[in-house]
């Protein structure tokens, strides 16, 4: 056996020891143990290359990492009750299940299509309770203005404050909240009922009585 030829399977062996024995990569690990043992059996190194353009075993590796990869990232959202994030992942599960990879660039052409599309539908699903937790302290002063026991003669100014305070919620939802959003989908339409989703809920750090006096104002500011 010649040099170049031990030189590889050192090679492969060191990445095959890399995910020997963790659970999370036994799919990569799979992929490289057979690459190893490719090399290992091949009495040449032209021979190692037919029987990995044969079984496209480089491309097996790849798509070993991207299962195990896509698996984690799937199981972590699941389990931190975030659907949005973790279904780009489970769509890759799927795909990965239905489709055998041949080539490298099929597998990152469908995962980075896969991936961008839901990049879109996870920011529109973070615009409402971004806009909501940014809108917290001028609620709040819109609601101690509203309700603070004030002099007779400030009682005017108190109101002109809340509608002026609202109104400039609504002009700032209508013009630039919505149209911004739109931009990336065009029938984006904020559901006001999310924002009590536990991926929402646990964004916006306060008790459930202040929580829903803020959203009761979100909804008055915004038509939402």
Known sequence: MEQRHKEYIAYYKARMKK?????????????????YEAITTAPTLEEFGERVKEKALNVQVSVGLVKDEATLRADFYTRLNEPI?????????????KTTYTDVLDLNTMVGDVETRWQIKIAMDETLVEEFYTSWKILEDIEDAEFSQVP???????ERFVRKEFES???M?????IPNARKMDPHYTPNILELYEARHRR???FEDAPFQRRVAGFRRGTGV
């Open 19 to 35: 995910y020997e024995g963790d659970p999370d990569y036994t799919n990569t690990y799979a992929a490289e143990k057979a690459l």
């Open 85 to 97: 994030r973790a279904a780009p992942h489970l769509e890759i599960l799927e795909n990965l299940a």
């Open 152 to 158: 007779e003669r400030w009682k005017t100014e108190q």
């Open 169 to 171: 919620m609504r002009q």
């Open 173 to 177: 939802w209508d013009t630039h909240t």
């Open 203 to 205: 964004k916006v750090p």
